[in-house]
């Protein structure tokens, strides 16, 4: 069965960096898109980009551009995501998701969606 | 970028009642919208996606329609365990954005 299993929760200080990871399994690993989500406490869930693992090729929201990396390691069927100048707004959970994507023939169009979801990773910034 | 917006932010209802959520696109997305359920603690779950179809093993008494810039959520028949925070996000581009979401509550 297809499983997202994440690494464990982070305590950082503001100014730092945290690398989280999302190790797939039960499916092909290069196949689908990892995407990276994160919430808030009480908040909505916020988009933060994309990554092909096939190619590398990564898609950061706007709001993200410049302090966040996308990377993976194909042996070990692993994502991670990396986020830097940590502030405390950026504690959050942190949710990897597989991208998938369907054909529809009288469409024409392929449409995503993502299906799998690791089970979150706790972030604190905090001096 | 694409902004969403969602109506109600907050919902009480009983089970057994039919439920409807909008989801509003800044601009035409097509049928490139899906629907999440989340509940507290948890990860969100698809239930939705190209505005329509719907998910191997989602109950049937969910359903979605809509296509452009207006999108519905329904919920035929509320059950104890769809009470739960509703999401809906936008695939048009790889931009990808969620709605900030509809908390159905017990009433």
């Known amino acids: 069965q297809v499983q997202l299993v994440q690494s464990g929760a982070e305590v950082k200080k503001p100014g730092a960096s945290v690398k989280v990871s999302c190790k797939a399994s039960g499916y092909t690993f290069t196949s689908y898109d990892i995407n990276w989500v994160r919430q808030a406490t009480g908040q909505g869930l916020e988009w933060m980009g994309w990554?092909?693992?096939?190619?590398?090729?990564?898609g950061y929201a706007q709001k993200f551009q410049g302090r966040v990396t996308m990377t993976r390691n194909t042996s070990i069927s692993t994502a991670y995501m990396e986020l830097s100048s940590l502030r405390s707004e950026d504690t959050a959970v942190y949710y990897c998701?597989?991208?998938?994507?369907?054909?529809?023939?009288?469409?024409?169009?392929?449409?995503?969606?993502?299906?799998?979801w690791g089970q979150g990773t706790l972030v604190t910034v905090s001096s | 970028d694409i902004q969403l917006t969602q109506s109600p932010s907050f919902l009480s209802a009983s089970v057994g009642d039919r439920v409807t959520i909008t989801c509003r696109a800044s601009?035409?997305?097509?049928?490139?919208l899906a629907w999440y359920q989340q509940k507290p603690g948890k990860a969100p779950k698809l239930l939705i996606y190209?505005?329509?179809t719907l998910q191997s093993g989602v109950p049937s008494r969910f359903s979605g329609s809509g296509s452009g810039t207006e999108f519905t959520l329904t919920i035929s028949s509320l059950q104890p365990e769809d009470f739960a925070t509703y999401y809906c996000q936008q695939l048009n581009s790889y931009l990808f954005t969620f709605g900030p979401g509809t908390k159905v509550d017990i009433k």
């Open positions: 190209a505005a329509s």
């Open positions: 601009q035409g997305i097509s049928s490139y």
């Open positions: 998701a597989r991208g998938a994507w369907r054909y529809f023939d009288w469409l024409s169009a392929y449409y995503p969606y993502f299906d799998y």
């Open positions: 990554m092909n693992p096939n190619s590398g090729n990564t």
